[in-house]
């Protein structure tokens, strides 16, 4: 029986994100591969989900639903600030991001979606929240 890959392998991969329309965002294949401990939070878990069980030498195609991905995009974390109200040294850019802080020191950042003198439109959803993704994988190794 083969090695398969295991929720805490360490692994050598090619892999590739796309959205729905086959537009990539990130790709390893044609350089050099990823390597990576599954369960560390290097890959996101539902595509860590996608390679367990692959052996080594296969490649497969994934096509995950906003469901199955980054999940559903939540209109309650698109909240407009006040520029005033804005992290100390911040300096908002239309579709750029700005990085906030929770009180217990934890970093987050947030999409602008829109911007003007007085307030910006600040989305803190996944920038693939509500998209249907298309991940290909190729397992080089195990190690």
């Known amino acids: 029986m083969s090695e398969t890959v295991q929720a805490d392998s360490y692994i050598a991969l090619h892999y590739r994100v796309a959205n729905s329309d086959d537009v990539e965002l990130v790709s390893t ?6 390597t990576m401990q ?12 996608c390679i367990i069980g692959i052996e080594p ?17 939540n209109p309650q974390l698109v909240q ?4 005033t109200d804005l992290p100390s040294g911040a300096t908002p850019e239309l579709h750029g991001l700005i990085e906030f ?3 217990a020191g934890d970093k987050f950042a947030g999409f602008v979606r829109e911007l003007d003198a007085e307030a910006v439109l600040v989305d803190f959803n996944h920038p693939l929240a509500g998209k ?4 290909e994988v190729e397992v080089l190794g195990i190690m």
């Open 57 to 73: 030498g296969q490649r497969h195609v994934f096509l995950l639903d906003p469901d199955q991905a980054f999940g559903a995009h």
């Open 132 to 135: 249907a993704i298309r991940f």
């Open 29 to 34: 294949f044609g350089g050099g591969p990823a």
């Open 101 to 103: 802080s929770s009180p």
């Open 38 to 49: 599954l369960g560390t939070g290097e890959l996101a878990p539902m595509l860590e989900q």
């Open 80 to 83: 407009r600030i006040a520029v």
